[in-house]
């Protein structure tokens, strides 16, 4: 007993003792003064549990402590309403044996001592000693370290020795002050570096978090490695100098490279300088697993501080490869003279037609390894077709070819060109004649044999050809094909020319403000046109450019954007002028002779020579004229297909002479004819030549 607290022995008293006293008081006199005080007392003992439970401090606590009177006003009661001793006793020992075991009084007398209630003792064990307060990681022995690393060592202590870890080594970057590679290794050895952040690097350092690097260490020979090391490079000052004058490589990286770049993925290569030419390159590479180059050339050329309808900026895309070319100024507005050693031919039949936007020669051909080159010539009114045309003839011409010249309309600089062609006439009539010649050519050079005996098909490479090549330009070709009397003629033969001329020596060449098939056009006409020959398209309205490449089979992704309608840069000071109320400066067109050549699915920038007509053009043509042989002559004579172009129209020569719709010499039908002209179907020369023996009664 004399291990008992006296509080525990007392409070158990009290309950034994009680106990009788609470089982008999209301049963002996429900009304006495005993039974009135254990009321009472219950009473006291709710309402401090009411206390206890409003209140925010130790309640579980107080409303234990108040229990013995609350449970024992509770007991009086149902003694009260129970007949007999019995359940009364019983709850009274009950209540009694409750208090005895938990002894609410006394195990709740201090507020920090509160045992298991009812446990016995527990039995003293001996308990491991307490794991003591994780201590600071060591630092490193003294290696000798220099200041700054001993300084580096420092800061890192400062900080707590972050993910614990101690700083190996620390290796100063040349010419900056605060940019270092640190080696850590764990604080433990055997366990890897774990939980350390940028930021927590940052934080020991001051600078930005974007200045940390962290990187897995390799083993190497003489240095260890591991999940145990870690390598952790700080450049707050290269990132400063990087982000005021980075150099080309991290400029390239930063701002067209990235992966919201222009050109994403994109690494940059090299940078040239052409002083002479006034033009700076950028040449990069995109690696080989991220596909074809992409580019965004609006965004490239933002990067660039330049615009670009400017006509500043030009890509070119090699495989992998890219080429930025930059112009000081745009080499579309430059003026490239012709001369007379551009224009002569090569061995392969190439020339140049102009200038590229990246600066390189832009070629055409007088004839392909199919035979006689075709040509598609495109530009609205003032676009420099004209001007196209007349590098052709003079290189077909310079070629020694036999030139013809058909065109729909008249004007100086085309009656200027004809008088260096063989034939040169005006109007659809003209035209048609033209056409029709060329047919029976085909068919007369299909029979005439080469040096050897044979016959063959006409080859600028092979020696003994008994004629010469014959190029036939159709300016303003779709007004006349869609002539009343002779359109439908003019566009059959021009299709059958473009079928099969080219096996004899024959090119025609076309040129006109579209070629759309709505438009005149037929489809195998513009196909083999396209096929047979290099088209350059000049100064196509935005809204056309999309349906005029598509016209001309090209890829949807390869369809360019429109050319500016100037290349000059926007006159400064327009704030000033608005406020000054004063008329901004005229537009300098210049765009004239600039379009696209469309050598293969991809149509390329470029400006056209420029043929100085006013100064004279007979510089750039041949002292001589080439003509069709003398066989040839006599041929298309006995045919009625060798006379005078220029004259009306013969009698017989569209049909009979009582036919109401034939023409009249004016070149309009007879009063009352009205049925639409006549579209044969003609797949063959010969169906063509029987077809104009038959018309013309030879």
């Given at each position: 007993m004399s291990s008992i607290p006296r509080s525990v022995a007392l409070e158990r008293a009290a309950y034994t003792l009680a106990a009788p006293i609470l089982a008999a008081a209301p049963n002996l006199s429900p009304d006495g003064a005993v039974n009135t005080a254990v009321l009472l007392a219950g009473a006291a003992g709710t309402a401090g549990t009411m206390?206890?439970?409003?209140?925010?401090?130790?309640?579980?606590r107080k409303i234990v402590r108040w229990s013995p009177l609350t449970l024992a006003a509770a007991v009086d009661v149902a003694a009260q309403l129970t007949p007999g001793w019995g359940w009364d006793v019983l709850l009274a020992a009950s209540w009694a044996a409750a208090g005895w075991a938990v002894l609410p009084l006394s195990r709740t007398a201090r507020r920090r001592h509160r045992p298991a209630l009812a446990a016995p003792a527990p039995v003293p064990q001996l308990q491991p000693a307490p794991a003591p307060a994780a201590a600071p990681a060591p630092a490193l022995a003294d290696d000798g370290a220099d200041p700054f690393t001993r300084g580096v060592r420092m800061l890192w202590e400062r900080a707590g020795n972050p993910g614990r870890t101690l700083v190996a080594t620390v290796d100063r970057h040349d010419g900056m002050d605060h940019d270092l590679t640190m080696l850590l290794r764990s604080a433990e050895p055997g366990r890897p570096i774990t939980g350390l952040t940028e930021a927590q690097v940052a934080a020991a350092f001051d600078i930005d978090a974007g200045d940390v690097v962290l990187a897995p260490v390799r083993k190497q020979p003489g240095r260890q490695g591991g999940p145990g090391w870690l390598e952790v490079h700080l450049t707050p000052d290269a990132n400063?100098?990087?982000?005021t004058s980075p150099t080309t490589d991290q400029w390239w990286a930063d701002r067209i490279g990235c992966d919201n770049g222009p050109i994403p993925g994109s690494q940059f290569v090299k940078k040239v300088r052409d002083k002479r030419r006034k033009v700076t390159h950028y040449i990069a590479q995109v690696p080989d697993e991220l596909g074809a180059p992409r580019v965004n050339q609006h965004a490239l050329a933002a990067a660039l501080k330049t615009k670009y309808d400017e006509g500043r900026l030009f890509v070119t895309v090699d495989g992998s490869q890219v080429l930025v070319s930059l112009w000081d100024?745009?080499?579309?507005a430059q003026v490239f003279p012709a001369t007379r050693e551009l224009l002569t031919p090569d061995a392969d039949g190439r020339w140049v037609t102009g200038y590229l936007g990246n600066g390189q020669p832009a070629r055409n051909r007088v004839y392909t390894d199919r035979g006689a080159a075709h040509g598609l010539f495109v530009a609205p009114s003032g676009g420099g077709k004209t001007q196209l045309m007349g590098l052709h003839v003079a290189a077909d011409a310079l070629f020694g070819a036999v030139v013809m010249l058909a065109t729909e309309a008249p004007d100086e600089k085309t009656a200027a060109l004809g008088q260096h062609t063989a034939r040169y006439g005006v109007g659809a009539l003209?035209?048609?004649r033209l056409l029709r010649a060329l047919v029976a050519l085909m068919d007369i050079r299909g029979a005439m044999p080469w040096e050897d005996?044979?016959?063959h098909e006409w080859d600028p490479t092979r020696p003994g050809c008994p004629y010469r090549m014959l190029s036939a330009y159709l300016d303003e070709f779709l007004s006349a094909a869609r002539h009343g009397d002779y359109g439908t003629e003019i566009m059959n033969l021009a299709e059958l020319v473009s079928v099969k001329g080219r096996k004899y020596g024959v090119g025609i060449k076309v040129a006109g403000q579209s070629i759309y098939v709505q438009d005149g056009f037929t489809q195998l006409l513009c196909e083999n046109l396209r096929e047979n020959c290099i088209p350059v398209v000049l100064k196509v309205a935005p809204s056309k450019v999309t349906a005029m490449f598509k016209a001309l089979g090209i890829p949807p992704e390869n369809i360019p954007d429109p050319l500016p309608r100037s290349f000059s840069p926007a006159?400064?000071?327009r704030i000033e002028r608005v406020m000054k109320g004063e008329p901004e400066p005229p537009a300098d067109s210049n765009t004239g002779g600039a379009g696209w050549i469309v050598?293969?699915?991809?149509p390329e920038v470029l400006r056209t020579l420029f043929m100085d007509f006013t100064a004279g053009i007979d510089g750039y043509f041949p002292d001589t004229i080439a003509t069709?042989?003398?066989?040839?002559?006599?041929?298309?004579e006995a045919r009625g297909l060798w006379f005078d172009w220029t004259e009306p129209p013969r009698p017989g020569e569209f049909g009979d002479e009582d036919d109401g719709d034939r023409p009249r010499k004016d070149g309009g039908k007879r009063h009352g004819g009205s049925k639409p002209a006549r579209r044969d179907t003609v797949t063959s020369s010969r169906q063509a030549l029987e077809a104009i023996k038959n018309l013309t009664g030879v």
């Amino acid at each position: 007993m004399s291990s008992i607290p006296r509080s525990v022995a007392l409070e158990r008293a009290a309950y034994t003792l009680a106990a009788p006293i609470l089982a008999a008081a209301p049963n002996l006199s429900p009304d006495g003064a005993v039974n009135t005080a254990v009321l009472l007392a219950g009473a006291a003992g709710t309402a401090g549990t009411m206390l206890a439970a409003r209140s925010g401090e130790g309640t579980g606590r107080k409303i234990v402590r108040w229990s013995p009177l609350t449970l024992a006003a509770a007991v009086d009661v149902a003694a009260q309403l129970t007949p007999g001793w019995g359940w009364d006793v019983l709850l009274a020992a009950s209540w009694a044996a409750a208090g005895w075991a938990v002894l609410p009084l006394s195990r709740t007398a201090r507020r920090r001592h509160r045992p298991a209630l009812a446990a016995p003792a527990p039995v003293p064990q001996l308990q491991p000693a307490p794991a003591p307060a994780a201590a600071p990681a060591p630092a490193l022995a003294d290696d000798g370290a220099d200041p700054f690393t001993r300084g580096v060592r420092m800061l890192w202590e400062r900080a707590g020795n972050p993910g614990r870890t101690l700083v190996a080594t620390v290796d100063r970057h040349d010419g900056m002050d605060h940019d270092l590679t640190m080696l850590l290794r764990s604080a433990e050895p055997g366990r890897p570096i774990t939980g350390l952040t940028e930021a927590q690097v940052a934080a020991a350092f001051d600078i930005d978090a974007g200045d940390v690097v962290l990187a897995p260490v390799r083993k190497q020979p003489g240095r260890q490695g591991g999940p145990g090391w870690l390598e952790v490079h700080l450049t707050p000052d290269a990132n400063a100098r990087r982000r005021t004058s980075p150099t080309t490589d991290q400029w390239w990286a930063d701002r067209i490279g990235c992966d919201n770049g222009p050109i994403p993925g994109s690494q940059f290569v090299k940078k040239v300088r052409d002083k002479r030419r006034k033009v700076t390159h950028y040449i990069a590479q995109v690696p080989d697993e991220l596909g074809a180059p992409r580019v965004n050339q609006h965004a490239l050329a933002a990067a660039l501080k330049t615009k670009y309808d400017e006509g500043r900026l030009f890509v070119t895309v090699d495989g992998s490869q890219v080429l930025v070319s930059l112009w000081d100024s745009s080499p579309l507005a430059q003026v490239f003279p012709a001369t007379r050693e551009l224009l002569t031919p090569d061995a392969d039949g190439r020339w140049v037609t102009g200038y590229l936007g990246n600066g390189q020669p832009a070629r055409n051909r007088v004839y392909t390894d199919r035979g006689a080159a075709h040509g598609l010539f495109v530009a609205p009114s003032g676009g420099g077709k004209t001007q196209l045309m007349g590098l052709h003839v003079a290189a077909d011409a310079l070629f020694g070819a036999v030139v013809m010249l058909a065109t729909e309309a008249p004007d100086e600089k085309t009656a200027a060109l004809g008088q260096h062609t063989a034939r040169y006439g005006v109007g659809a009539l003209y035209m048609v004649r033209l056409l029709r010649a060329l047919v029976a050519l085909m068919d007369i050079r299909g029979a005439m044999p080469w040096e050897d005996g044979q016959v063959h098909e006409w080859d600028p490479t092979r020696p003994g050809c008994p004629y010469r090549m014959l190029s036939a330009y159709l300016d303003e070709f779709l007004s006349a094909a869609r002539h009343g009397d002779y359109g439908t003629e003019i566009m059959n033969l021009a299709e059958l020319v473009s079928v099969k001329g080219r096996k004899y020596g024959v090119g025609i060449k076309v040129a006109g403000q579209s070629i759309y098939v709505q438009d005149g056009f037929t489809q195998l006409l513009c196909e083999n046109l396209r096929e047979n020959c290099i088209p350059v398209v000049l100064k196509v309205a935005p809204s056309k450019v999309t349906a005029m490449f598509k016209a001309l089979g090209i890829p949807p992704e390869n369809i360019p954007d429109p050319l500016p309608r100037s290349f000059s840069p926007a006159e400064a000071g327009r704030i000033e002028r608005v406020m000054k109320g004063e008329p901004e400066p005229p537009a300098d067109s210049n765009t004239g002779g600039a379009g696209w050549i469309v050598e293969a699915k991809q149509p390329e920038v470029l400006r056209t020579l420029f043929m100085d007509f006013t100064a004279g053009i007979d510089g750039y043509f041949p002292d001589t004229i080439a003509t069709l042989t003398d066989h040839e002559i006599r041929e298309l004579e006995a045919r009625g297909l060798w006379f005078d172009w220029t004259e009306p129209p013969r009698p017989g020569e569209f049909g009979d002479e009582d036919d109401g719709d034939r023409p009249r010499k004016d070149g309009g039908k007879r009063h009352g004819g009205s049925k639409p002209a006549r579209r044969d179907t003609v797949t063959s020369s010969r169906q063509a030549l029987e077809a104009i023996k038959n018309l013309t009664g030879v």
